[in-house]
């Protein structure tokens, strides 16, 4: 299971940070991510972090968004700075062990003035 925090409303260029937690150990998971859906937009991906530490970013948050992956606390978290009104969206945790996945519930990120 995997339980989103953190999201909520802020200015442009304010930051954010996001935490997934997972209700067991994430140490054997492939890769863990967080995705986006913006109003009436498809789910998009941001941030991945695969098991050997390493990191891939969707250009538009590169730079700004950080992903960071706590094995010993089973968490990940996703550090936004510089957030854009673009930025709105619902933010999903995913898991992916390879031949099974899971999601959170979603946590809503709000950047307006």
Same mark, same amino acid.
């Given at each position: ?5 953190? /999201?909520?409303?802020? =200015?442009?260029? +304010?930051?954010? *940070?996001?935490?997934? #937690?997972?209700?067991? %150990? ?6 863990? /991510?967080?995705?986006? =859906?913006?109003? +009436?937009?498809? *789910?998009?991906?941001? #941030?991945?972090?695969? %098991? ?16 960071? *992956? ?44």
């Amino acid at each position: 299971q995997l339980v989103e925090s953190g /999201g909520g409303l802020v =200015q442009p260029g +304010g930051s954010l *940070r996001l935490s997934c #937690a997972s209700s067991g %150990s994430i140490s054997s998971i492939y890769a863990m /991510g967080w995705y986006r =859906q913006g109003p +009436g937009k498809q *789910r998009e991906w941001v #941030a991945i972090m695969t %098991s050997d530490g390493k990191a891939n970013y969707k250009d538009s948050v590169k730079g700004r968004f950080t992903i960071v *992956r706590d094995n010993a606390k089973n968490t990940v978290f996703l550090q936004m700075n510089s957030l854009k009104p673009e930025d709105t969206a619902v933010y999903y945790c995913h898991a992916d062990w390879g031949a099974l996945d899971a999601w959170g519930q979603g946590t809503l990120v709000t950047v307006s003035s």
